[in-house]
Each structure stands twice: as C-alpha cells, then as structure tokens.
C-alpha cells in the first residue's frame, strides 16, 4: 500500500504560479511511476503529468511550457510547478503512484487538492 498526500493547491490569478507537493508514503520502494491528474467540474479526469523512477516525463499538451514535474527521490515527493495558469487550469489535482511505470490507470490515488484560477 502507497499512501499520498497533496498539499499546495490554491486560488491564484491568471498567469500566476501554484506548486503542487505530494509525499509518498508506505510501500514506496514499489514506485515506479509518480503523476498528477487532474479534473474539472463536468469533465473527465486526465492525465497532467509524470514521472518515471529514472526521470522519464510525460505531459498533456495543455501544459507543455508551464508544468514542470519532478521528484526528489530522498523525500518520497513529486511536485508540479505550475506557471502561467489559465482560467481553464482549475480543477482538483490528484497525487498518483504506481509499481508500473507504463500505467495508464495508477493504483494509487491522492484526496485531491483544488486549484483555482480566477481570470
């Protein structure tokens, strides 16, 4: 079992900055692959980004410029800056992990923490 907890979601203006943390914590020499996903009101969840044990990043196309994912392996963390947010960023974001690093549906889930972006 992999525990996450997220922290650092907000209300920011357009064009603002909101780091994402999440720490990883139980089985965490399982993890292979770290992300964030994210959904909006009414819509679907996606994928934002992630991380492989060995550095290999993933992004949506939404977010390519502005997200920059990474992990600190000595804390158990993986983070996501977000620059120059965007009305349509705002969702809840979620902290995942799994032992698989090609997995497209993630095992473990974070509760979730809100982004706001007021235009």
């Known amino acids: 079992q992999v525990q996450l907890v997220e922290s650092g979601g907000g209300l920011v203006q357009a064009g603002g900055s909101l780091r994402l943390s999440c720490a990883a914590s139980?089985?965490?020499?399982?993890?292979?692959?770290m992300g964030w996903y994210r959904q909006a009101p009414g819509k679907q969840r996606e994928l934002v980004a992630s991380i492989t044990s060995d550095g290999r990043t993933n992004y949506a196309d939404s977010v390519k410029g502005r997200f920059t994912i990474s992990r600190d392996h000595a804390k158990n963390a993986v983070y996501l800056q977000m620059n120059s947010l965007k009305p349509e960023d705002t969702a809840v974001y979620y902290c995942?992990?799994?032992?698989?690093?090609?997995?497209?549906?993630?095992?473990?889930w974070g509760q979730g923490t809100q982004v706001t972006v007021s235009s």
């Open positions: 995942t992990s799994d032992k698989r690093p090609w997995a497209t549906i993630p095992d473990y």
């Open positions: 139980g089985s965490i020499f399982s993890i292979r692959l």
